[in-house]
């Protein structure tokens, strides 16, 4: 069922990421496998809001150290505003407790940054719009 849809329409991710080099990254890896991602950054969680008020994603690629908002407390504001919308943690902080945490204030995925491929990033994207979907 959800496999034509991504076979044939652009996913459109805002990816939250304040450093250039770690968003260039993020981004390489994901158009290294293909083009099926229509990717945004921007680099602070106002920013971000104001672009998910604005615009359709179908997920979040977020990172948890922002200038504007640190931690789990991110992925809270955004869920609080925008229910429905799936969010991936890229994170450097790899440790159980921000795992646990992440997770638990909604997250749908995890990746360490450290320890991810493009490949691993695309189904993180692809189940989390998948499993999101299923719960609305």
């Given at each position: 069922?959800?496999?034509g849809?991504?076979e044939t329409?652009k996913?459109s991710?805002l990816l939250?990421e304040?450093?250039r080099?770690?968003?260039?990254a993020?981004q ?7 083009d ?5 950054r ?19 690629i ?18 609080e505003?925008f229910?429905s919308?799936?969010?991936?943690v890229?994170?450097?902080r790899?440790?159980a ?9 909604g997250?749908?995925e995890?990746l360490?940054?450290n320890n991810?491929?493009?490949n ?10 998948i499993r ?5």
């Amino acid at each position: 069922m959800f496999a034509g849809a991504f076979e044939t329409e652009k996913i459109s991710v805002l990816l939250i990421e304040d450093s250039r080099n770690e968003a260039h990254a993020t981004q390489h890896q994901l158009h290294s496998i293909d083009d099926e991602f229509d990717l945004l950054r921007v680099g602070r969680l106002e920013e971000a809001l104001a672009q998910i008020a604005q615009k359709d994603f179908s997920a979040i690629i977020l990172d948890l150290g922002l200038p504007d908002s640190n931690g789990p407390q991110s992925i809270k504001i955004i869920n609080e505003r925008f229910p429905s919308l799936p969010i991936v943690v890229l994170s450097g902080r790899n440790d159980a407790a921000t795992v646990r945490s992440a997770l638990e204030y909604g997250a749908q995925e995890f990746l360490a940054k450290n320890n991810c491929s493009g490949n691993m990033i695309r189904q993180a994207l692809r189940g989390a719009i998948i499993r999101q979907s299923l719960k609305n």
